[in-house]
């Protein structure tokens, strides 16, 4: 499984970005994708879920300003950020879940780097 972030970069405040997550070589849906993010000097924390149900879970942080989706027939999942604060600048990184019993598997992105001017 490889997940490839795409669509960071450096934006002012107040302003948009909107990142994907293209998940390839699974062969299966996950059961969980999220967005996780880790700012400098901090642990990484998670950003949104949205689980194969379509179900969403936001940090307080971002309620109201980011929105998560997925296309599962793309296995592709969307961060639409608006109203970004420099507070939001970190690195972004993709992550997706599939179980097999009680057994959770996690795969990673590389990571994209979003910065908020202010």
């Known amino acids: 499984v490889q997940l490839v972030e795409s669509g960071g970069g450096l934006v002012q405040a107040g302003g948009s970005l909107r990142l994907s997550c293209a998940a390839s070589g699974s062969g299966f849906s996950f059961d969980a994708m999220a967005w996780y993010r880790q700012a400098p000097g901090k642990q990484r924390e998670s950003v949104a879920t949205?689980?194969?149900?379509?179900?969403?879970n936001y940090a307080d942080s971002v309620k109201g300003r980011f929105t998560i989706s997925r296309d599962n027939t793309k296995n592709t999942m969307y961060l639409q950020m608006n109203s970004l604060e420099p507070d939001d600048t970190a690195v972004y990184y993709c992550?997706?879940?599939?179980?097999?019993?009680?057994?959770?598997?996690?795969?990673w992105g590389q990571g994209t780097q979003v910065t908020v001017s202010s």
């Open positions: 949205v689980t194969s149900g379509g179900s969403t």
């Open positions: 992550n997706a879940i599939t179980r097999s019993g009680i057994i959770r598997y996690d795969y």
